[in-house]
């Protein structure tokens, strides 16, 4: 029977509320994802149990959305399970019980069909590209091909843990200040919009020349009022445009992605984080006996940022044509002189997996202590600055109100 499609021709799953009993008569209940009641009773009677009830839960319509997260979850628990001596099939299987989103669990039944059909993992996990990118792939294949696909998996999971460690610090540093800076400007336009003008109408009685600061903030206010709808269109479509442009135009990303490495503070994290991801997915990936060239270029992809991305092309092109690691990064012009002098010793004592993890242990410590520099840093600035934007308006709007007292 075929799945149910929704609206845009992915097959719908929900979530289904059971109970039953076993075949020695055990009361048993649980929940499943199917596509409809047909497929949700097939898949009880397969595990032998008699079905009492069995309803659709409300609330469940939608695929939902895979994230890094889940397949990091989903590396780590097919790799428990191998190495618990459990086949990659019914691991999958075991997987694909315990998952609470429709479409993390047909994605792994997708990959079950493939390899029953006769595919490899490998190639199962390759017909879906937007999950399991090249890295994930090179990584399983080695371990199929060595029979370690259980601590591939695992290394896959580590690697996946450190690099969302490093977003989170990453988007921290930014969330912040733009959060606290988006709430001060919020405040502001409401005291503009709602509060100044019932102190001008107040003000309209007074028979007194306003002060300077007074006058200023009520025209602040009526400019804000008569255009602040215009001013948020064009704040919306501006930033809409801009986003759309980074991401269809890689000479525009990649200059934007230049102008951030070089702003104060920031562009230092965002330079320690590109080299810290660029030095795991390389210590990563070398170390699982994936050729160097292909190294490269899974490394290029994790950098995150446009300008590293084509340092790391670069040098990927100059080692496949025959240059040692090392003279190839300094030659792209973008590796800080530790990292090049790092790699140098790793490939000359022949252990250059380890020397890129070091490399990267220290980037991502780097990273943290920049991210806690920042917080401290910025903290107090933001405080005066909202201080400030907050304290004008209100200085302002009362100042008049102080005079008048102090005149009579």
């Known amino acids: 029977m075929a799945m149910p499609l929704d609206n845009k021709g992915n097959n719908t799953l929900y979530r289904w509320r059971w109970a039953g009993k076993t075949l020695k008569g055990r009361v048993v209940r649980g929940e499943l994802i199917a596509s409809n009641k047909a497929e949700a009773e097939k898949t009880l009677h397969n595990q032998h149990i008699i ?59 997708d990959v079950m069909h493939d390899i029953s059909a006769g595919a490899s993992v490998t190639q199962a996990l390759k017909r879906h590209p937007k999950y399991f990118d090249p890295l994930f792939c090179h990584l399983v294949a080695a371990g199929e091909q060595s029979g370690t696909l259980d601590t591939m998996l695992e290394r896959i999971a580590t690697y996946q843990e450190s690099n969302e460690s490093i977003k989170r610090k990453v988007k921290k540093a930014l969330v912040y200040p733009t959060a606290v800076i988006a709430v001060g400007i919020g405040v502001s336009a409401l005291l503009l919009i709602n509060v100044v003008p019932q102190f001008e109408a107040l003000f309209n009685g007074f028979d007194a020349e306003l002060p300077a600061m007074t006058r200023a903030t009520i025209m602040l206010s009526e400019f804000v009022q008569a255009w602040w709808q215009w001013a948020a269109a064009a704040m919306l479509i501006t930033i809409t445009v801009c986003i759309q442009a980074i991401r269809r135009s890689p000479s525009i990303a990649f200059r934007v992605h230049q102008f951030a490495l070089r702003l104060p503070i920031l562009g230092s994290l965002l330079n320690k984080s590109a080299v810290a991801r660029y030095a795991r997915t390389l210590a990563t990936t070398f170390s699982a006996g994936v050729p160097l060239v292909d190294a490269l270029t899974s490394a290029a992809g994790a950098t995150g940022n446009r300008v590293y991305e084509k340092a790391v092309i670069s040098t990927r092109d100059d080692v496949s044509g025959g240059l040692p690691l090392h003279i190839a990064m300094r030659m792209s012009g973008q590796f800080p002189p530790l990292v090049i002098q790092m790699v140098g010793i790793g490939e000359e004592a ?20 920049v991210v806690d520099n920042l917080t401290t840093l910025l903290e107090p600035f933001i405080l005066v600055l909202l201080g400030g934007m907050v304290g004008f308006l209100v200085i302002s709007m009362y100042l008049p109100v102080f005079e008048l007292g102090g005149a009579m």
């Open 51 to 109: 079905i009492r009830q069995l309803a659709r839960k409300r609330f469940t319509r939608g695929m939902g959305r895979v994230n890094s997260r889940d397949i990091m979850l989903f590396s780590r628990q097919v790799a428990t399970l191998i190495r618990a001596g459990v086949p990659i099939l019914q691991a999958l299987q075991v997987v694909a019980q315990t998952q609470k989103k429709p479409v993390m669990n047909k994605l792994i039944q």
């Open 350 to 369: 022949g252990a250059l997996d380890a020397m890129l993890d070091r490399v990267a242990e220290y980037y991502e410590d780097e990273v943290s202590t």
